[in-house]
Nanobody, 121 residues
């Protein structure tokens, strides 16, 4: 079992910045893709950004130019720098890790517990 622990959420005014962090527990699990998703009440969880082990990055259109995803493979960590925040960015943000168990080759996906980001107008 892999645990993902998130930090960095909070309440900020529109136009300000926040940095989210997520660290995965050490295990015999090779993480390939890490990412961030978000969810507001009554809506489905949506993709925000992902980064592959080799550094390939994808963003949802609405955050391009404002958010930057990065990772530290040695620490099994992923980060999301969020600049120029807007009220519509308000959501619970979830960290995601996709990988394989080294001994069995079995793939799996894990989620963090979520961290609240609230942007006031």
């Amino acid at each position: 079992q892999v645990q993902l622990v998130e930090s960095g959420g909070g309440l900020v005014q529109a136009g300000k910045s926040l940095r989210l962090s997520c660290a995965a527990s050490r295990s015999e699990f090779t993480i390939n893709d890490m990412g961030w998703y978000r969810q507001v009440p009554g809506k489905q969880r949506e993709f925000v950004a992902t980064i592959s082990r080799g550094g390939g990055i994808n963003y949802i259109e609405s955050v391009k130019g404002r958010f930057t995803i990065s990772r530290d493979n040695a620490k099994n960590a992923v980060f999301l720098q969020m600049n120029s925040l807007k009220p519509e960015d308000t959501a619970v943000y979830y960290c995601n890790a996709v990988g394989v168990y080294e001994r069995t080759g079995r793939g799996s996906t894990y989620w963090g517990q979520g961290t609240q980001v609230t942007v006031s107008s």
